[in-house]
C-alpha cells in the first residue's frame, strides 16, 4: 500500500479516522520516531503492526471507591493473548486524534462509558514493545496512561473486544499476580504500577 502523508489534504479522510473502531486493522495511525516524534506518516494498525513501526496508544486504569480496580477479558477470538485477564481499556490514538480523544472514544467504544476529557487524570506516558513472531505482529507503542473513577460494572461491551469485565481488589489481584498458577489467567503485563498508582491516589 503506498505511504500516505499529512501534507496531502485529505480533510474528509481525516474528519472520518476517529469515526473507525479500533478493532480494525484499517484503522489509520500516525507513525512515530523511535524518540515518539511525528513522521508525518500515516499506516494502517495492521502495516505499523507487522512493520513494527511506532505508533501512540492509550491505556485506562478504571477504581473505584472500594479499592478495587477494573480488568477487562480479552475476546478469545482476538489475535493475541485470547482470553487473558487485561488492563481496564487499551487502544490505539487514530490518526489526527488527540491521547485524550482517543481515551474517551475507546471508553466508549469498549465499555459503553460516556466520558468528558476533564474527567479523564493523567497518569505518565510509557514506552511499550511487544511481539508475536508466529502472526508477524510487532507492537511499539508510546502509550498515555489516563485514571478514570467508575462506582458501577459497566455492561454494554464491545464484544469483538471484551469478554467479561469485573472489579477486583487490590489485595486479591496482587495474590494472584504473585502465584504462578493464576497469573497465567493475565496478560504478561508489569500491573505494579497500575497498582501502586491507583493505592495512592485512594490514600488520598
Given at each position: 500500500m503506498p505511504e500516505a502523508t499529512n501534507n496531502i489534504g485529505e480533510d474528509n479522510t481525516r474528519k472520518n479516522i476517529t469515526h473507525i473502531h479500533g478493532s480494525s486493522t484499517d484503522e489509520l495511525v500516525d507513525i512515530l520516531d523511535e524518540h515518539g516524534e511525528t513522521t508525518g506518516s500515516i499506516?494502517?494498525?495492521?502495516?505499523?503492526?507487522?512493520?513494527?513501526l511506532w505508533h501512540k496508544a492509550i491505556h485506562i486504569w478504571i477504581y473505584n471507591s472500594r479499592g478495587e480496580i477494573l480488568l477487562q477479558k480479552r475476546a478469545k477470538t482476538k489475535l493475541n493473548l485470547p482470553g487473558l485477564w487485561d488492563t481496564s481499556v487499551a487502544g490505539h490514538v487514530s490518526s489526527g486524534e488527540s491521547f485524550e480523544e482517543a481515551a474517551a472514544r475507546e471508553l466508549h467504544e469498549e465499555l459503553g462509558i460516556i466520558v468528558q476529557l476533564s474527567e479523564l487524570k493523567k497518569v505518565t506516558n510509557c514506552r511499550t514493545t511487544y511481539d508475536n513472531p508466529e502472526h508477524n505482529y510487532h507492537s511499539r507503542e508510546l502509550v498515555s496512561i489516563y485514571l478514570y473513577r467508575l462506582e458501577e460494572l459497566p455492561t454494554k461491551l464491545q464484544t469483538e473486544e471484551v469478554d467479561e469485565v469485573r472489579f477486583i481488589s487490590i489485595d486479591e489481584l496482587e495474590r494472584e499476580l504473585s502465584n504462578s498458577d493464576t497469573a497465567r489467567k493475565y496478560a504478561p503485563w508489569d500491573y505494579s504500577d497500575m497498582i501502586n498508582t491507583v493505592k495512592r491516589v485512594l490514600a488520598q
Open positions: 499506516r494502517t494498525k495492521g502495516e505499523a503492526h507487522s512493520e513494527g
